[in-house]
């Protein structure tokens, strides 16, 4: 069965940094487009960063200039590197590959498309 693996999450101090990787299982990205989602139970989800096949990027408000998206050659694997850590970043985070995606709040693709999530727990 197809779907996407995220891993990497963990709990870590406000400031500090933390890796996220995502991995198509059963499938190859080829033209789609990859991006992480991130939830808090009762207050929705957020795509907060997205990556084209050509490397284009595109972040949400909330985390532009302090997390980057990126992915190795072959697409086997996308990161999400995120740095100075705020309490607010505290989420479970998916990843996602579609046609089509776009960043922001109540901007998430279907949860069919999320895979597996990790949780990111940051203490201030």
């Known amino acids: 069965e197809a779907h996407m693996v995220a891993s990497g999450g963990d709990s870590a101090q406000a400031g500090r940094s933390l890796r996220l990787s995502c991995r198509p299982s059963g499938f190859t990205l080829d033209d789609l487009e990859l991006g992480w989602i991130r939830e808090v139970p009762g207050e929705g989800c957020e795509v907060v960063a997205i990556i084209a096949k050509n490397g284009r990027a595109w972040y949400s408000a909330t985390v532009e200039g302090r997390f980057t998206i990126s992915q190795d050659a072959s697409r086997s694997t996308v990161w999400l590197q995120m740095t100075n850590l705020k309490a607010k970043d505290t989420a479970m985070y998916y990843c996602?590959?579609?046609?089509?995606?776009?960043?922001?709040?109540?901007?998430?693709?279907?949860?069919?498309?999320w895979g597996q999530g990790t949780q990111v727990s940051v203490s201030s």
């Open positions: 996602a590959a579609a046609g089509w995606l776009a960043v922001g709040s109540g901007r998430c693709p279907d949860r069919d498309k």
